[in-house]
């Protein structure tokens, strides 16, 4: 059974930067390069939405809100997807977690990680 762990976020003023790292236990490299991996936010009091991700193509989609500030990027060597945000705005402000989709379609979550973007 796969284990996500988000690492990464905390308090940031407008205008910086923050990586967020999802690290996944439980599974080889090879079983972890299978999986489509995705990163979603929940900002208070919204529901959970889709920032970015790889899809089975092996494409990469970002949400226009995010285009040009976000990158994902994943490294099978370490079973870990990051998540670099720049220009972070207050409205970027939210809960993230990352996803895990086996190829059968099983998903998997983290327990998020707190981001707060504010002066």
């Known amino acids: 059974q796969v284990?996500?762990?988000?690492?990464?976020?905390?308090?940031v003023q407008p205008g910086r930067s923050l990586r967020?790292?999802?690290?996944a236990s439980g599974v080889s490299g090879s079983v972890f390069s299978s999986y489509t991996m995705a990163w979603y936010r929940q900002p208070p009091g919204s529901q959970r939405y889709l920032v970015a991700g790889f899809t089975?193509?092996?494409?990469?989609?970002?949400a226009d809100a995010?285009?040009?500030r976000f990158i994902i990027s994943r490294d099978n060597a370490r079973n870990t997807v990051y998540l670099q945000?720049?220009?972070?705005?207050?409205?970027?402000?939210?809960v993230y977690y990352c996803k895990a989709r086996e190829p059968l379609g099983r998903d998997h979550w983290g327990q998020g990680t707190q981001v707060t973007v504010a002066s």
């Open 66 to 68: 995010v285009k040009e």
């Open 85 to 94: 945000m720049n220009n972070l705005q207050p409205e970027d402000t939210a």
């Open 20 to 23: 967020l790292s999802c690290a």
């Open 56 to 62: 089975a193509a092996g494409t990469i989609h970002y």
């Open 3 to 11: 284990q996500l762990v988000e690492s990464g976020g905390g308090l």
